[in-house]
């Protein structure tokens, strides 16, 4: 049974995040290409071991602050069904681990992963309670997983890669703010101090203008005469109505149905979403490697 919380407490729903992990390896051209499908696979592996290791710690440091979530309270670790010792030494084993293997299939990740555990420590003593730059910095995070895979596929760093996936990392940052606002309504700085720094209004500013920021940064990237020449055929703008789906479906679910803003739950839940990134997956993969 305690192995049951343990395993929950690594959170593996969020490992849905190191899929990002893949996008140099799909968009590089290199899907179909041994051994850099398998390195990648194996660092979308070892990175999930190391950001589960993260969350552990996250934890037992917000363990008094999760209390007062109305969700995050009921995590193995603030409803008492793991103890902060086994928390602490199950991070422990897990850091080590995905760094020692990551060692061994390639250097540039295991650097990449050692940076990820510490800027994360950083971001959890400090920057977590700076206003816009905690959101910020999940940006970063996401940057992290795009240099892992680029390092691992051996394919070059994209800029239009860096620039949509920091732009949805905000959108989907300043979200789960506004969510977290209208959840604990006064309880709110309990939880984070950062929270009373933050207004409904401001937020949905941000969003508006980061929205529109990642809808016409895709479409450049569609039509960009880099993008023509590398994947041989200009189809790639087919799949812009799934990104603009997928943004105003999960904008619908936030402000419509009162979800928690989280966006690997509304992703694993939702069969609208799950479908329209599938479909947005095969126009991707037909225009770059079957040039349709």
Not at 247 to 264: A, M, Q, V, W
């Amino acid at each position: 049974m305690k192995t049951k919380y343990l395993f929950m407490a690594l959170r593996p729903t969020q490992w849905v995040k190191n899929l990002f992990i893949f996008l140099p390896l799909v968009f590089g051209g290199r899907l179909f290409f041994y051994p850099s499908n398998l390195k990648t696979l194996f660092a979308f592996i070892l990175f999930s071991i190391a950001a589960s290791a993260v969350y552990l710690i996250n934890d037992v440091m917000d363990l008094d602050k999760d209390k007062h979530h109305p969700i995050k309270r009921l995590r193995p670790l603030p409803s008492g069904k793991i103890t902060t010792r086994e928390a602490y030494m199950t991070a422990l084993i897990l850091g080590c681990l995905s760094i020692m293997f990551s060692f061994i299939l390639d250097m540039n990740l295991a650097l990449i992963i050692i940076l990820y555990l510490i800027f994360n420590f950083v971001y959890t003593k400090a920057l977590k309670e700076a206003v816009i730059l905690d959101v910020f910095c999940l940006g970063g995070f996401f940057l992290l997983r795009i240099a892992a895979g680029t390092s691992v596929a051996n394919v070059d760093f994209s800029y239009w890669m860096i620039f949509m996936t920091v732009l949805l990392a905000l959108f989907l940052g300043f979200n789960k703010r506004r969510q977290e606002l209208r959840a604990l309504g006064a309880k709110a700085p309990l939880h984070s101090s950062v929270l009373s720094k933050y207004n409904s209004y401001f937020i949905d500013q941000m969003i508006a203008v980061i929205t529109s920021s990642i809808v016409v940064v895709y479409m450049l990237y569609t039509v960009s005469e880099r993008t023509v020449a590398e994947f041989g055929s200009r189809h790639l703008i087919y799949s812009i109505p799934f990104v603009y789906y997928g943004i105003f479906r999960y904008l619908y679910i936030l402000h419509k149905e009162g979800n928690s803003g989280d966006p690997t739950r509304i992703l694993l839940k939702d069969g609208k979403m799950l479908l329209n990134l599938a479909l947005w997956l095969i126009v991707c993969i037909s225009v770059i490697y079957f040039h349709l």
